[in-house]
């Protein structure tokens, strides 16, 4: 049976009812003064971590909002204008709105259109209402224990975070607004990554002459968009690992979870533990404006997430009626678009706020878009493109998810959850349990495209897209080309559980944003639709240090002690900080800096001039080969690597082998052009950024605070190969020094062989608060620069004794 691709759903009734504020907060200890049911105690540990303890589940969820305004209201509070469609009435409309999580930058006109029409439709109105009754109260009680916070403080005026202090846009928020938040990451890796796209698409102007695409064009156009989307998903990484009870010295469950996310804005993790005795008990951290724990672990099950390769949407390439560019055909019928008008209000020069109007057109499939990852997909007078969002009808299904697996208590469980809602909106799971099971799945919501459908359907576009990279771009023109349908699928239009990829194992199981193909190499995963991801091909160098270092520690083969994963040697792999692409290529890399010190103490560069050398051959000669503050080298081989990677062929002396996937491609290819002139243009950027070819990692690299620098151990997880990634200057702006995605929070659980308490190590990497004048802005940054973790306190006994513990009561009504 064919069905229609996932669109917006039809406009329903007003969005949910607003919220009434608390009447009373207070930050002191002492009894309950108001209703049991919003009153909650915070137990502080050190980190200024919260500890949240409830007898109900909306007084849990005002916990969590007071605790989490406390710190971090400024930062949610400028989402939360994000997603009420008013960025373009408080700052303009010519300001930019950065989406971290994405990396997209677009305009706030753009973002305000594109937010109000969401608005508009009643879309997140509709899909919250599929909430279950407990669901409704914990998002309910956030937002009253948000507002309690903001109220207590004296409002916008008396906020102690200067960034936000006195600002109009500072209010109190309604339910939903927090529903409006979460459905922002559903789309995250889908619409929300096209907001220019969609917002800016519009019919061509009467008298455009039809300019149908060429061969060549459309060449070009796939070749643009191969580049585009692949450098977009090297932005995106995390590290999971799942050790069994084979894989373990003493053959209990281990994880390791290492999300790599941004260091700034609302996709950063706020860490914190969730209790209701006999109803919930879980520990761990959840994305800004998010009332459950998405990665972390309970008694029994520890889980994390990693982003999948899976696409979570498709172009439709519609057939247009001539004359009449908002009609399309449709089995030879002409198929009017729907025009969607939204208006916004839009702060101009001399302060006043001025109307915009807009019209989006909306198809079968979801709206017209006009460029994809910045590369141009034209709406012309033939021809035009629609975007199907997998995600666009999913909010229920992924909190039914995350808050069915916090409560789960095997991994087993776990699996049944995520093919009962398949709400996981873009990302991997990897889980391990007490009695270790270990599981990898990429179970979710993902587009009901077979590579049978992708063959017959795609356009002459989506053949090459499709081929190189996996996205199919589908004919429009032909319902028989809508997605498909499974008799086992949670929602219509995607692909169901029986065929997305999962592995259970009591080794081991990992992922590093590759494909599930070697999620073990010992029982590779295959047979999948190619738009899940790649099998039988080369993986990045992170996933295959990942994999050696895993396989080596639990054969006891890497010189430190005896077999088996213990919770200290897990800590130790993922800050090892080696650069697995200088372990391949460096001695190579010398000899050939050596050989130009010696033709005259120069290196070429592909500008076809020369620069000296300088220290670069000691400097890269005495290097260990890990991205240690004091360590120099680092900076210089990582510049180098940066050119060097992408060169045509590839930079590797040995090419990939299928029959050894984990171990090949490797060595330096000296003979290419690209990788000879690399290591000039990295001195020539070094140079031209005032930077010295030896310099040390800690001296480019580190958080201002305080007038101090606190260093950041880490460097590129993508193209280096380093476990525990850092990146820098990824959006206009930025500082060149302090790091604004990768490592975040790192957590490392295991059980023991005796005792209910779970044992673990965590880290926030950039801290707790976003506050600047907050004790817990850059207090385990500082441990983070030292490779140091706190301990992971779950049960009460470890609760209180941490030696900075702190507990006060929340109230409110």
């Known amino acids: 049976m064919r069905l229609r691709a996932a669109t917006v759903l039809a406009a329903v009734a007003a969005l949910v009812a607003i919220a009434a504020p608390p009447a009373l907060a207070s930050r002191a200890a002492g009894p309950a003064r108001a209703q049991a049911q919003l009153s909650a105690q915070i137990r502080y540990t050190t980190g200024g971590v919260p500890h949240i303890l409830a007898h109900s589940w909306t007084g849990l969820g005002f916990g969590y909002g007071y605790a989490f305004a406390q710190d ?11 997603v009420e469609a008013q960025r373009s009435r408080y700052f303009g409309p010519a300001g930019v709105d950065v989406e971290r999580g994405n990396g997209v930058v677009v305009s706030n006109l753009d973002s305000d259109l594109f937010y109000q029409q969401i608005i508009d439709s009643g879309v997140v109105q509709h899909l919250a209402q599929a909430l279950t009754p407990t669901e409704k109260l914990v998002e309910i009680g956030y937002v009253k224990g948000y507002n309690a916070y903001l109220a207590h403080v004296g409002g916008a005026a008396g906020v102690p975070d200067p960034t936000c202090r ?23 890796s889908s619409s929300g990554a096209m907001i220019q796209g969609i917002s800016e698409a519009a019919p061509p102007k009467a008298g455009t002459a039809a300019a149908p695409a060429s061969a060549a064009a459309t060449a070009r156009t796939g070749h643009a968009l191969d580049a585009a989307l692949r450098a977009q998903r090297r932005g995106m990484g995390s590290n999971a690992v799942a050790i069994g009870s084979a894989g373990t010295r003493d053959h209990r469950g281990l994880l390791l979870g ?17 209790t ?35 696409f979570r949407f498709t172009p439709f390439q519609l057939t247009l009626v001539p004359g009449h560019p908002t009609e399309y055909l449709q089995n030879g019928k002409a198929v009017a678009m729907t025009p969607r008008k939204v208006t916004i209000m839009a702060k101009q020069p001399d302060g006043s706020l001025a109307p915009v109007h807009h019209t989006f057109w909306w198809t079968r499939y979801g709206p017209m878009f006009n460029n994809l990852e910045g590369i141009s997909l034209p709406w012309g007078t033939t021809q035009g493109f629609a975007f199907a969002d997998v995600n666009a009808g999913n909010l229920a299904r992924a909190v039914n998810t995350w808050f069915g697996i916090d409560r789960a208590t095997t ?37 009901h495209v077979t590579n049978a459908e992708a063959n017959t359907c795609d356009t002459p576009l989506g053949k090459f897209t499709f081929a190189q990279v996996g996205l199919p771009i ?15 699928a949670a929602a219509p239009g995607i692909l169901g559980p029986k065929h997305e990829p999962y592995l259970l194992r009591n080794d081991y199981v990992t992922n590093s944003n590759d494909s599930f193909w070697l999620a073990n190499p010992h029982q590779p995963l295959t047979g999948f639709p190619r738009i899940i991801g790649t099998e039988n091909s080369a993986r990045t160098l992170r996933t295959r240090i990942g994999l050696l270092e895993v396989q080596a520690r639990i054969d006891g083969t890497d010189g430190q002690g005896p077999a088996g994963f213990t919770l200290a040697a897990m800590k130790r792999l993922d800050l090892s900080d080696i650069d697995y692409a200088a372990q391949l290529t460096l001695p190579a890399l010398v000899k050939l800096c050596q050989s130009f010190q ?28 890990r991205w240690d503050p004091a360590q120099r080298g680092a900076v210089l081989f990582g510049e180098f690597w940066h050119f060097a990677s992408g060169a045509t062929p590839s930079p590797f002396s040995h090419r990939f082998e299928l029959a050894h996937p984990v171990t090949t491609p490797y060595g330096l290819n000296t003979a290419n052009a690209t990788v000879r002139d690399a290591l000039g243009d990295a001195i020539a950027a070094l140079r031209k950024a005032h930077v010295p070819v030896d310099t040390t990692l800690g001296a480019v690299q580190f958080v201002s605070y305080h007038g101090s620098h606190i260093t950041i151990p880490g460097g590129p997880g993508d193209p280096d190969g380093i476990y525990n990634a850092i990146y ?23 059980w023991p062989a005796h005792g209910a308490c779970p044992v673990g190590s965590t880290i926030l990497t950039y801290s707790e608060s976003s506050n600047p004048t907050s004790p817990h802005f850059a207090d385990q940054t500082k441990l983070f620069s030292k490779k140091e973790f706190l301990p992971d306190r779950f049960c009460p006994a470890q609760i209180a004794a941490d030696p900075n513990l702190q507990t006060v009561t929340v109230t409110g009504n």
């Open 72 to 82: 971090n209201l400024c930062t949610m509070a400028n989402d939360y204008v994000t």
């Open 166 to 188: 006195g600002q109009a846009w500072v209010k109190p928020i309604t339910v939903g607004d927090s529903y409006l938040r979460f459905y922002q990451l559903m789309l995250l």
């Open 258 to 274: 290492n999300p790599h996310f941004p260091w700034l804005g609302t996709e950063r993790f706020f860490q914190s533990q969730l």
């Open 276 to 310: 209701i005795p006999g109803k919930i008990n879980v520990t761990g951290a959840s994305l800004y404006g998010v009332p459950l724990i998405l990665i972390g672990h309970n008694a029994s099950v520890a889980w994390s997430h990693t982003v999948s390769t899976a």
């Open 411 to 447: 991994t087993q469980q776990v699996l049944s959850i995520l093919q009962k809602y398949q709400g996981i909106p873009w990302v991997n799971t990897i889980v391990s349990d007490r009695e270790g099971v270990a599981l990898y799945a990429d179970i979710g919501a993902i587009p």
């Open 474 to 488: 589908l004919d429009g023109s032909k319902t028989a080309c809508d997605w498909g349908s499974d008799a086992d």
């Open 598 to 625: 010696a033709a005259g103490g120069t290196a070429p560069t592909s500008t076809g001039g020369k620069v000296p050398l300088g220290n670069a051959c000691t400097a890269l000669a005495h290097w260990n080969m």
């Open 728 to 750: 820098e200057n990824t959006e206009p702006g930025d500082s060149l020094t302090s790091p604004d995605t990768g490592s975040s929070f790192i957590q490392v659980v295991t």
